[in-house]
């Protein structure tokens, strides 16, 4: 499904003029994010490349419950699933009930009794101690701040917590901002490649092998314990690890970032927000993430 075009701000002279702020704040759209406009209204529509979007609730979810009729086109399904030595596909790339069977077997990583009794006092020390880096700097960059808290939970969720060197978020990092362009020129198509290659090597030799190497010694109540325990090979962790900081890590980063742009534009939200109890604030937070998806598009193949 496709969002909605963001309005661009109106700057005004007569604002300008009179000290004010240049920007007409009333020409906002109430969304942020979206980088294209389209104004079709067809919940089905097929492009000239024979490309179907969907953007239909009703049509949308039943071509998402279909499990068996679509399949994983985006996030480099056509690298990973051509890769011959992973023989247990990370969780985004599984369909129908094998997807569905991983699942179920990883939930208890994730289900807010779990957050709440392993994670929720770790996540508000961390909290607070960014939060006072920024008093006494009083200056710092969201987007870091919100990577180093998603870097910091994911981790323990997942169980990268055996770092050789510090500095996972960074490395993290590199490799998601990749540059996204199709290069016809060979040899700087594997310049980029190699760098790509790299990054991730870094990642696995300095947090996901010894991870690896810890849990099988010991295992935890974490992925990559669960992962071994089911046989997966190191490639294959590895690649869970990726899947899981794309998913854990940026996602939350993101989502962070735009919920305090939100915030900061709209003082009464923010106000009502701080004023709500857990379950007001958990339906501030869903109108935002359906109002700016942090994964706008899904792309599916059938």
């Known amino acids: ?39 079709s209204t067809q919940p ?23 499990t068996e009729t679509t399949q994983q086109a985006g996030f480099g399904a056509s690298l990973v699933l051509n890769v011959k030595a992973i023989i247990n596909l990370p969780i985004l790339y599984l369909e129908g009930k094998a997807h569905l069977s991983q699942r179920r077997q ?68 590199r490799f998601f901002r990749q540059p996204n362009l199709k290069m016809t020129w060979k040899p700087l198509a594997k310049f980029f490649n190699t760098i790509e290659q ?28 669960h992962l071994l325990e089911n046989k997966y090979s190191d490639i294959e962790i590895l690649t869970e690890c990726v899947t899981y900081a794309a998913a854990g890590m940026t996602t939350t980063r993101e989502f962070i970032g735009i919920t305090a742009w939100h915030f900061l534009e709209n003082p009464e939200l923010r106000e009502q927000y701080l004023a709500a109890d857990e379950e007001g604030r958990y339906e501030i937070l869903h109108e935002i993430l359906r109002l700016e998806p942090v994964i706008a598009h899904v792309y599916l193949r059938t």
């Not at 490349?49 to 049509?59: M, Q, S, T």
């Not at 849990?215 to 314990?225: F, V």
């Open 198 to 225: 790299r990054h991730m090597l870094s990642f696995y030799f300095l947090d996901v092998r010894p991870a690896i190497n810890a849990r099988k010694r010991q295992p935890q109540e974490d992925l990559i314990s």
């Open 106 to 173: 990883t939930a208890r990583f994730f289900t807010p009794t779990t957050v709440t009794r392993d994670y929720t006092t770790f996540i508000e020390s961390l909290a607070d101690e960014l939060i006072a880096d920024l008093k006494r700097t009083r200056r710092e960059d969201l987007d870091k701040m919100s990577l180093t808290l998603a870097t910091a939970v994911v981790s323990k969720v997942v169980g990268l917590t055996n770092n050789l060197m510090s500095g996972m978020d960074k490395r993290i990092e």
């Open 1 to 39: 499904m496709e969002t909605t075009p963001t309005v661009q701000p109106m700057h005004t002279d007569s604002n300008s003029a009179a000290g004010k702020c240049p920007v007409d704040h009333s020409k906002f759209s109430h969304q942020k994010t979206a980088l294209q406009t389209d104004t």
């Open 44 to 66: 089905l529509k097929r492009d000239g490349e024979g490309v179907w979007h969907v953007r239909g609730f009703d049509e949308a979810r039943a071509i998402l419950r279909g």
